[in-house]
């Protein structure tokens, strides 16, 4: 079996560089005031820029929670019995 990797988003890992390495990223939340983003799956790098820029709202982002990881990882489990996670310290 393969050794399947995991990493929260604050690598920045770029979309095309994750899928071509088999890097499963788990999105953090981007939040603008009382609207909340997954950060690459509902909002673009593009698009967070253009929001700072159009709006007064300063974001703020959340790591994902534990229940994201762990739907993550049961999921890998059935292709896989090596998952190896590489996340940000919070």
Do not use: C, H
């Not at 095309?16 to 690459?40: K, Q, R, S």
């Not at 593009?46 to 929670?65: H, N």
């Amino acid at each position: 079996m393969t050794v399947k990797i995991v990493t929260d988003g604050s690598s920045d890992i770029p979309k095309e560089i994750a899928e071509e390495l088999d890097i499963t990223v788990v999105p953090l939340t981007v939040v603008f005031g009382d609207e909340a983003y997954l950060d690459g799956v509902d909002i673009t790098a593009d698009q967070f820029y253009t929001r700072i820029v159009d709006t007064k709202v300063w974001p703020t982002t959340a790591s994902p929670s534990i229940g994201q990881f762990a739907e993550v990882y049961n999921k890998l489990a059935e292709e896989t019995d090596e998952i190896v996670a590489v996340l940000l310290s919070t």
